[in-house]
């Protein structure tokens, strides 16, 4: 884990090559930090949408993540619950975020909390296709979030929480991709 006061800074890389998955953190104003985490991923930005979009049932295959469904919105866009929980020191702990998503096919999926265990938790998914030096489709898949604990929690345990969680999920992805649609060559 990084932590710097300027963006994107250091990167943290737990792993090698195409599965590398690299972690920013930066401090900002009041308690707040943005966490940002990148992979690249060998399938098309249209193929990983698919994935990310299926609210239902990324609580599936993404770790620590207990529920995730949509809910009606009140504007007839796309709103969703999700609980993450952890156990830790014979203790169970988790937290409740209800996000509005906003979809820009296939590049962006923008999310900002209207409910939730946090003071403010918002950000976003990028899609970014690109292709390789041997003409292979990829796509830069990169998440981005700010998150402001409220004062019963610890915004360190927060961060570190993240830093760790954030390769986990996005290897998950991955693998939910592989699982899809094939290992891509």
Request: overall charge negative; aromatic content about 8%; charged content about 25%.
């Amino acid at each position: 884990m990084t932590v710097t006061d300027t963006p994107l800074q250091n990167p943290v890389q737990p792993s090698q090559g195409s599965d590398a998955v690299e972690v920013h953190v930066e401090r900002i104003e009041h308690r707040q930090r943005q966490i940002k985490a990148r992979i690249q991923l060998p399938y098309r930005a249209e193929q990983v949408w698919e994935v990310l979009t299926d609210y239902e049932a990324l609580s599936e295959f993404i770790p620590n993540l207990e529920r995730s469904a949509r809910l009606e919105h009140p504007e007839g866009g796309v709103r969703i619950e999700q609980v993450g929980a952890q156990s830790a020191l014979m203790l169970k702990f988790s937290a409740r975020v209800v996000l509005d998503m906003e979809e820009k096919y296939p590049e962006q999926l923008k999310f900002d909390m209207v409910e939730g265990d946090f003071k403010g938790f918002t950000g976003n998914w990028q899609l970014c296709p690109r292709t390789t030096e041997n003409a292979q489709e990829v796509t830069e898949l990169t998440y981005t979030v700010k998150v402001w604990p409220k004062r019963t929690m610890p915004v360190i345990a927060v961060e570190q929480r993240l830093s760790k969680d954030l390769p986990n999920n996005l290897q998950a992805i991955r693998q939910r991709l592989d699982e899809l649609y094939g290992m891509s060559a």
